[in-house]
């Protein structure tokens, strides 16, 4: 079982920055990315970003975040980091922190299992 706790979620105004922290416990060495989505009230959840826990930190970013927002890691501390800046009101809602396990190649049915985070609102408004 791997245990997500996030943090850094706010208020702040059109064109600010935030930055939110996530640190993983329990069973870390069966996760091989962490990321965040978010979700808007009535809306579905959709990715925001994720990077990959390995030798080489491949990233992925939704669509309407890139170039603004960066995702980082700190292993030796189990630790993601998400750098918002020129937020937008869109930009608001519940963000989730997410844990993926990895597929095992040997096992051909092997499928991923998402672990998530308490979520942290993000307001962005004048």
């Known amino acids: 079982q791997v245990l997500l706790a996030e943090s850094g979620g706010g208020l702040v105004q059109p064109g600010g920055s935030l930055r939110l922290s996530c640190v993983a416990s329990?069973?870390?060495?069966?996760?091989?990315?962490m990321g965040w989505y978010r979700q808007a009230p009535g809306k579905e959840r959709e990715l925001v970003a994720s990077i990959s826990l390995g030798v080489i930190p491949h990233t992925t970013y939704g669509d309407s975040v890139k170039g603004r927002f960066a995702i980082t890691r700190n292993n030796a501390k189990n630790t993601a980091f998400l750098q918002m800046d020129s937020l937008k009101p869109e930009d608001t809602g519940v963000y989730y922190c997410?844990?993926?396990?990895?597929?095992?190649?040997?096992?051909?049915?092997?499928?991923?299992?998402?672990?998530w985070g308490q979520g942290t609102q993000v307001t962005v408004s004048s």
């Open positions: 329990g069973s870390v060495f069966s996760i091989d990315r």
């Open positions: 997410n844990g993926r396990t990895r597929v095992s190649p040997g096992i051909p049915e092997d499928r991923p299992f998402d672990y």
